[in-house]
């Protein structure tokens, strides 16, 4: 079965980290973009087409990792959940963090699913997979 093309915005300032989620999309032959960004400030621009970001397609998912410079991932999340326009893109945390409190501020701030980031490659690249053929691909069958 041929699927859309999906967008998705990764905000993430670890570059093996992209890598791997490139990586991810390769193998898992998706059709699709990755758009990438380094800190939430950015993140917020693109999904507001401001600045650089005016021509940005809408993305179907946004990976978030947590700990960024500049603008964290929760203040990311929080903005992104509270503008009418975005409110809807599902939102998945991918970080490194396991830590309850922020397990759990990531859920508060609705986030609709936080992902711990495994050591290894292979995990990782089957964890992206799976995230993007549950909460983009399933979606549109």
Known sequence: MKTKPINILLVEDNPGDIRLVREAL???NID?????VRDGLEAFQFLRREHKFQDAAKPDLVLLDLHM???NGFDTLSDIKKEP???RIPVIVLTTSKERDDILRAYD???NCFITK???MGQFIDI??????FW???VDQ
């Open 26 to 28: 390769k193998e898992g």
């Open 32 to 36: 699709g973009t990755l758009h990438v």
């Open 69 to 71: 410079p500049g603008k």
């Open 85 to 87: 326009a975005l409110h």
């Open 109 to 111: 701030l609705h986030a």
């Open 118 to 120: 495994p050591i290894d």
């Open 128 to 133: 992206v997979k799976e995230i993007i053929n």
């Open 136 to 138: 983009v691909l399933k």
